[in-house]
């Protein structure tokens, strides 16, 4: 799995708890939680999680690999305000992050 790989989350503890057990979406980056600081969805004991766009547009979450299964590859963007849409978030992730440190 890498940035632009379609997931769904699969169903464990960590997972129902956030409610995101069962969702789809794309996976939108990936970091090192102990030098990022992202809150990663239960534990991450090989110190790497991947960032999951869900479908809808407005929500990601950081997950370990176990905790998501390759349902996909996404196509690049059909209409460019799609691009666009996608382009301001993965901004607003990038900011987000830069701040962080």
Known sequence: M????????????????VGA?????IVVGESQPSSSGVAV???????????VWFDGGTETLWFRPELLELIGEEKPPSRPDDFER???FLRGL????????
């Open 2 to 17: 890498s940035p632009g790989s379609r997931v769904r989350v699969l169903s464990a503890p960590e997972t129902e708890a």
């Open 21 to 25: 057990a069962g969702r789809t979406g």
């Open 41 to 51: 969805v239960g534990p991450a004991p090989d110190d790497f999680a991947l960032a």
């Open 86 to 88: 996608l382009v301001g």
């Open 94 to 101: 990038w900011t987000g992050a830069w701040f962080r440190r």
